[in-house]
């Protein structure tokens, strides 16, 4: 992998519509960001519809498609025109019965360079994601593009380290962390800082660990298309940060936007250098970290 330095993008939209009509945003809004300068760039989880996981309702299985279907051609086609590799986070169907929270890995000539699906699927109110999606069974990933090495975890996997120790481990340059997270709106007056700052804390935390650029790509806007319920207020806030935990960029919690920032492997490689976490790693005492509890 030739380049040292390439500029990632993370786009924050408001994806409460159709599939047509979310999908021709993201194309626009990639182009607006390849036009910007940005080589590897990140739609938010899931962006095709509104977050159908509020309910547990079998018709939202209709939302579902199979690889190489349009979530695959139509943003490889525009990948291959601009040369730029994309993260499309989609609802896949594997077959009949099994579906996955899964995400393109497209590289910049239009090529499928890999797929990552979900690992962690949480069961919260209005998250009822286990209705929907059978875990990832393809593991933590580090995917080579012509831009540099990518690696891609989904909105529920960002809170476990280990997820994003193995990424790294993988060699990956940065995880990307497409993302769909929000407050219940009765909730926010009483827990909204705290549920925020834990999120963006824990992120940054990866991103010091592993000496690694982080890139969290998130909604805005109440989703509320449930009668009788206060919807889902998605709490925007997308971010980038550099290894050393180093806001790089940060949206707001309600406009949508492009965010920008370099990656530098060479700073990469001087942080890791100074701050050898991966030299000092007792792997020889790790091994209970795999058991559900030390009873």
């Not at 990639?30 to 095709?48: D, F, W």
């Not at 490889?76 to 025109?81: G, I, N, R, T």
């Not at 707001?252 to 000092?280: G, H």
């Amino acid at each position: 992998m030739a380049n040292k330095k390439y500029t990632i993008a993370v786009l924050q939209l408001n994806l409460n519509n159709t599939p047509e009509e979310n999908r021709k945003k993201c194309l626009d809004w990639i182009r607006k960001a390849a036009e910007k300068g940005a080589e590897v760039i990140s739609l938010p989880e899931l962006y095709s519809s509104h977050y159908f996981c509020q309910s547990e309702d079998v018709s939202n299985f209709e939302l579902a498609e199979p690889l190489g279907a349009i979530s695959f051609t139509a943003f490889s086609e525009l990948a291959k025109e601009l040369k730029v590799a994309l993260i499309i986070p989609f609802f896949e169907k594997r077959m009949s019965g099994i579906y996955h929270n899964s995400a393109y890995i497209i590289d910049t000539d239009g090529s499928q360079a890999g797929l990552y699906r979900k690992m962690h699927i949480p069961d919260d109110p209005h998250f009822y994601e286990k209705f929907y999606f059978t875990p990832g069974d393809l593991g933590f990933k580090s995917t080579p593009t012509k831009k540099g090495n990518i690696g891609t975890l989904i909105c529920w996997d960002q809170w476990y380290p280990e997820a994003a120790r193995l990424t790294a481990l993988k060699g990956a340059d940065v995880i990307f962390y497409p993302t769909a997270i929000g407050w219940h709106p009765s909730e926010k007056e009483q827990y909204g800082e705290n549920q925020y700052g834990a999120w963006m804390n824990v992120m940054k935390g990866h991103a010091v660990a592993n000496g690694i650029y982080v890139a969290a790509a998130n909604r805005i806007g109440l989703e509320q298309y449930l009668p009788g319920t206060d919807g889902i207020q998605f709490w925007g806030n997308s971010f980038i940060c550099g290894p050393q935990g180093e806001i790089l960029a940060q949206a707001s919690s309600d406009k949508e936007e492009i965010l920008l920032a370099e990656v530098d492997l060479e700073l990469q490689e001087n942080v890791r250098q100074n701050w050898p976490f991966f030299r000092d790693r007792r792997i020889d005492a790790f091994g209970d970290i795999t058991k559900r509890a030390l009873d």
